[in-house]
């Protein structure tokens, strides 16, 4: 039996997010992903205005002048959202942890597709597969989804994004949009990160908490690591001490955005101290500028 505290929180979210799918996100959604899962119909001879990145090189060399390969746009889509439930995501030092930002995020992007007619999945990891929803239509499933990202209790405490995007790539063969939710606090992804992106339209959604980038001075305190359970005190009273927590911070984002740019995936940044929608709002303005 779901407690009713879950069922109220699954209404308050779709409620909240209604009003954003129903005014922004689906149009947006449509721009950036319909047509961009698209199959192979045939190939002719170029046309003035064709889009040159359309063109057939092997087959403009052999007939001697430019062809152009035709596609048609797939009937609907497969959305795949991938949620890092490790113990870091309970963090939060603002109005919300970062794993209740993440649930709201995925409803979101989960009513956006089903009024587009697509279909969404859910794969909840940490160092395991904790729970598997495979992909399809409707409202009632992407309650189901909801439900299952908010009242789902893991099992695993560490992030294994690696053992997660293999699991995909084995799972779902057919090409999906996949957002891949995370804080990214995890090691030796970037192979994996790689080949997935291949397969599918791979987007990174990053959460942090300020507190993960910032230590403030207020004396000694006592640190847990979330996913491993050790605890170390500090005195953030140290001005070199708050300085050096800010640098390994920021050179650890420096190098996750590497990596990322290096793979050609795309990344929504949000901070839990500041509206997720915003952001949101702008990765899908600025992709559908690049797709037009």
Known sequence: MIPKEVLKKVKSIEIQTRGLVNDVFSGEYHSVFKGRGMEFA????????????????????????????????????????????????????????????????????AFSAIKNNDKVGLIIFTDKIEIFVPPKKGKKHVL????????????????????????????????????????????????????????????????????????????????????????????????????????NANQDRTAREKVLRSINVDRIDIETDKPYAEPLIRFFRERAKRFR
């Not at 990202?149 to 790539?169: F, W």
């Not at 959604?205 to 910032?214: A, C, G, H, M, S």
């Open 42 to 109: 045939e190939v002719r001879e170029y046309q003035f205005g064709d889009d040159i990145r359309t063109i057939d090189w092997n087959v403009s060399a052999r007939m001697g002048h430019p062809f152009v390969k035709v596609f048609d746009e797939e009937r609907e889509l497969t959305v795949m959202l991938l949620v890092d439930a490790s113990r870091s995501a309970d963090f939060g030092t603002q109005k919300q942890m970062k794993g209740e930002i993440a649930a709201e995020i995925c409803a979101l992007l």
């Open 144 to 247: 189901r989804v909801i439900r299952e990202l908010l009242y789902h209790k893991p099992t695993g405490t560490k992030t294994d994004m690696s053992m997660a995007l293999e699991y995909l790539s084995r799972l779902i063969t057919r090409r999906s949009v996949v957002f891949l939710i995370s804080d990214f606090q995890d090691e030796d992804y970037q192979q994996s990160l790689r080949i997935a992106s291949r397969k599918h339209d791979l987007i990174a959604i990053t959460i942090t908490d300020p507190r993960e980038i910032e230590l403030p001075n207020v004396g000694f305190i006592e640190l847990q690591d979330a996913e491993t359970g050790e605890t170390i005190l500090i005195d953030t009273a140290d001005a070199s001490l708050r300085s050096g927590f800010l640098e």
